[in-house]
C-alpha cells in the first residue's frame, strides 16, 4: 500500500455524498482547470502519510463510508486501492470519487492500477471543471461532470440525495493552522470561506 500524498482529511462530513461519511483530498493534479477551487483549498504543503494508519483512521471513524477528491485521486490509484480494500476488509465500507479524468477514459485505459481502482468504486463524479459551464447544482463543479452510479450500493439513495436538492452545501471546518472547506461551494459560500480565512490569517492563525 506503501504511501499517499495528502492535502488533509476530515474524519465526519455530510455533504459530500449520502450518509455520514469521511473525506479525504490527495495532493497533486495533472489538470489545470481555470478557476478550479481546488487549487486554492488545497495549497498548503501536501502531507505524506503512510496508507495502513489511514486505515485504522477511517475503520475507527465510524462512517458509512469516504469520499475521496484532490488533487486527482486516480495519480495515486494503487495506493487509494490498498486503502479502500483494506478498510473493506474490516467492514462494509461506501466509496465516492471526485476525477477530472472522463469515465469513458479511465475504462478504456491500459493502466492496470487505475483499472484496479476504478473497480472498487460505487459513485464515480467525473470530468474536468469547466468554469463556463458552472451552473450552480449541487454536488458537482460543472453541468459536464456526471455523477455516475457504478455499483447498486447507492441505487435507492441516489435520486433522494443527488437529484432532489438544488442548493450547494458546505461545511467549514476550522483547525489550528488552517480553515477547510468541505463540499462544492455556492459563490456566497466560497465568500463566507475566504473572508473567514482571511480574518484568521490576519489574527495570525
Known amino acids: 500500500m506503501n504511501e499517499l500524498l495528502i492535502s488533509h482529511y476530515v ?30 483549498m488545497n495549497n498548503q504543503e501536501a502531507t505524506r502519510i503512510d496508507v495502513t494508519s489511514l486505515v485504522k483512521v477511517f475503520t475507527d471513524a465510524n462512517t458509512e463510508g469516504i469520499t475521496i477528491s484532490g488533487g486527482e485521486p486516480f495519480l495515486q490509484a494503487r495506493a ?44 464515480l463524479i467525473d470530468g474536468k471543471y469547466i468554469k463556463d459551464k458552472d451552473d450552480g447544482l449541487p454536488y458537482r463543479g460543472s453541468s459536464n461532470q456526471k455523477i455516475r452510479l457504478l455499483t447498486k450500493r447507492y441505487k435507492e439513495e441516489y435520486n433522494s440525495y443527488y437529484m432532489s436538492g438544488d442548493k450547494r452545501n458546505i461545511e467549514i471546518n476550522v483547525e489550528p493552522n488552517h480553515i477547510y472547506m468541505v463540499g462544492v461551494p455556492s459563490e456566497y459560500g466560497l465568500k463566507t470561506w475566504r473572508e473567514l480565512k482571511k480574518r484568521a490569517e490576519i489574527n495570525g492563525q
Open 11 to 40: 474524519l465526519k462530513t455530510k455533504v459530500l455524498g449520502p450518509y455520514e461519511r469521511s473525506a479525504i483530498w490527495v495532493s497533486g493534479c495533472c489538470f489545470d482547470c481555470d478557476g478550479c477551487i481546488a487549487k486554492e
Open 80 to 123: 487509494l486501492t490498498g486503502l479502500v480494500q483494506n478498510i473493506r476488509k474490516n467492514r462494509d465500507y461506501g466509496v465516492i470519487v471526485y476525477t477530472g479524468f472522463d469515465y469513458k477514459e479511465l475504462l478504456q485505459t491500459d493502466d492496470k492500477d487505475r483499472k484496479d481502482f476504478l473497480r472498487e468504486i460505487d459513485i
